[in-house]
């Protein structure tokens, strides 16, 4: 998944019109902000796609959130959470994927 979100920020899948739309998209995305974009400080941005299953017999099947972080300088992170076959409740999970993103943003040079 980072691989292709790698790729996906440096153009090399789409053509440039259709690259810009879909970060676009992904920037604009607003579901679950206590996932990875709870992590990003102020001066970073984020785009990113989440995603939950079913929980069954107290167990999630598997939460995520995958995005690209851009930093102040304009250099793009790419970053790929996935929370599986956890018996944590959502908040929890969310604090995981959130502690993620801090710690990514903390060690960038």
Do not use: C
Request: glycine share 10%.
């Amino acid at each position: 998944m980072v691989g292709f979100l790698h790729r996906l920020a440096t153009g090399q899948l789409l053509s440039a019109s259709s690259t810009a739309h879909l970060l676009e998209v992904m920037n604009r995305t607003t579901t679950f902000p206590d996932r990875l974009r709870a992590g990003v400080p102020s001066g970073w941005t984020i785009g990113h796609k989440t995603g939950t299953s079913q929980t069954r017999n107290g167990i999630n099947g598997v939460t995520n959130d995958v995005g690209i972080l851009t930093a102040p300088d304009g250099t793009h992170v790419a970053v790929a959470a996935f929370v599986a076959e956890s018996r944590a409740g959502k908040d929890e999970r969310a604090a995981t994927i959130a502690a993620a993103a801090r710690a990514i943003t903390a060690a960038y040079k």
